[in-house]
C-alpha cells in the first residue's frame, strides 16, 4: 500500500469517527430552553458556560424605594421539584458601571413555609439599571440574571 492510499483511509477513518461522536452528542445531550427578552423575570435561566444545568431559577425583583432592592427567587429542580436548604447567593451589578458598584455576594434565605423560594434585600449605591444575578451553589449549581430599573425615589 503506498502512503496516498493509507493517508486516503486515515482521513476517511477519522472523519467517520468524528462524524459518529457529533452525532451522539446531539442525541444525548439536552437542549437549553431560550431566555426571554423582556420583562423584569426571567425563567428558567443557566449560565452559559454550563449550559443544561439542573436547576431552574425563576427570579423577581423589584425596587422598594430609596435605593433599596427586593429579590425574590424560586429554585427548583428540572423536574419542578422545590431545592430546599440550598446555598443561594445574590450578585447586583450596574450595568452602565459594571464592576464599579458590584454588591455581594449576598445570603438569600429560604421564606418560611415555603420551599425552593429564597428572598434578600440589598441598598444599591445609586440609581441606574442593574443586572442582577442569582447564583445556586450547592447542591447544585445553576444561574440566573435579570435586570432591574432603579429610581431615585
Not at 500500500?1 to 452525532?23: E, K, N, P, S
Not at 421539584?81 to 464599579?100: Q, T
Not at 454588591?103 to 429560604?110: D, R, T
Not at 423560594?117 to 442582577?132: L, T
Amino acid at each position: 500500500m503506498t502512503f496516498r492510499h493509507g493517508f486516503l483511509y486515515g482521513t476517511a477513518a477519522g472523519l467517520t469517527a468524528a462524524l459518529v461522536i457529533a452525532l451522539i452528542a446531539f442525541f444525548v445531550t439536552d437542549p437549553v430552553p431560550a431566555v426571554s427578552a423582556g420583562g423584569q423575570t426571567r425563567s428558567p435561566a443557566a449560565p452559559s458556560a454550563g449550559a443544561g444545568l439542573p436547576v431552574g431559577i425563576d427570579v423577581k425583583a423589584r425596587h422598594r424605594g430609596s435605593l433599596k432592592v427586593e429579590v425574590t427567587a424560586r429554585v427548583s429542580t428540572k423536574t419542578y421539584d422545590p431545592l430546599s436548604r440550598a446555598g443561594v447567593v445574590m450578585y447586583a451589578d450596574m450595568v452602565a458601571m459594571p464592576m464599579a458598584h458590584r454588591l455581594g455576594p449576598i445570603p438569600m434565605k429560604e421564606v418560611a413555609g415555603k420551599p425552593g423560594q429564597y428572598a434578600a434585600e440589598a441598598q444599591v449605591p445609586m440609581a441606574g439599571e442593574y443586572d442582577i444575578q442569582i447564583s445556586v451553589q450547592r447542591p447544585l449549581p445553576g444561574e440566573a440574571h435579570t435586570r432591574l430599573d432603579v429610581g431615585a425615589g
